[in-house]
């Protein structure tokens, strides 16, 4: 065997170790925060808050599109995970390129029912509100709107972008308690 073909075995054996450790599993630390924002993809999601890394304890939240597998969150509480993160092939349009699973629920701590959130419920004119049966997220989540249904149908109307203030009600009812 000549150096070139032995050289040309040797980069390819890395560059071949190189592409299996990009997809194998990684296993990291990750928050989910006490509530879900809004966001927009091939339609509009209730999206989880997350920290990893270094944002973990930070004011710092991403917005994850695709869910845990094995996760049963539930609004109200901070959560902190051991997940295994695992890059998908081909992912669908608009999806995730990443196959997220629960590994651990390392620590699950309640806030207080008086503790606010802000929640984006209309984003460039996308309204998130939903008015079918009484005020909604999505279909997904119950607003009390408080006295301020008047003032929310308003500004749902006439404005682009509107930001409500929340406190949990319970797992699936939160409270208006201003608008922006």
């Known amino acids: 065997m000549n150096k070139g073909t032995l050289l040309l075995m040797l980069i390819g054996a890395l560059f071949s170790c190189t592409k299996d ?3 194998s ?19 509009l999601y209730l999206t989880m808050l997350v920290q990893t890394g270094d944002a973990i304890g930070t004011d710092k939240w991403t917005k994850m599109y695709g869910g845990i597998e094995g ?32 590994k651990k629920v390392r620590s699950m701590e309640e806030v207080n029912n008086d503790t606010s ?31 301020l249904c008047n003032a929310l149908n308003t500004k749902l109307m006439e404005q ?19 608008i922006k």
Do not use: W
């Not at 419920?121 to 009390?144: C, E, M, P, R």
């Not at 682009?160 to 201003?178: A, P, R, W």
């Open 21 to 23: 450790n990009a997809k």
């Open 117 to 147: 959130f802000d929640i984006s419920l209309k984003i460039n004119g996308q309204n998130f509100v939903t008015n079918t049966a009484g005020y909604s997220l999505l279909n997904q989540i119950d607003i009390d709107c408080n006295n």
């Open 160 to 178: 682009d972008m509107v930001i409500g203030t929340f406190q949990h009600v319970n797992e699936n009812s939160i409270k208006l308690i201003d």
């Open 71 to 102: 996760f049963d969150y539930k609004p109200g509480y901070i959560y902190d995970l051991s997940v295994e993160v695992e890059n998908i092939d081909n992912p669908p349009p608009d999806g995730s390129s990443t196959k997220t699973t629960l």
């Open 25 to 43: 599993p990684k296993t990291i630390d990750m928050r989910i925060n006490h509530y879900q924002d809004t966001g927009i993809g091939e339609g």
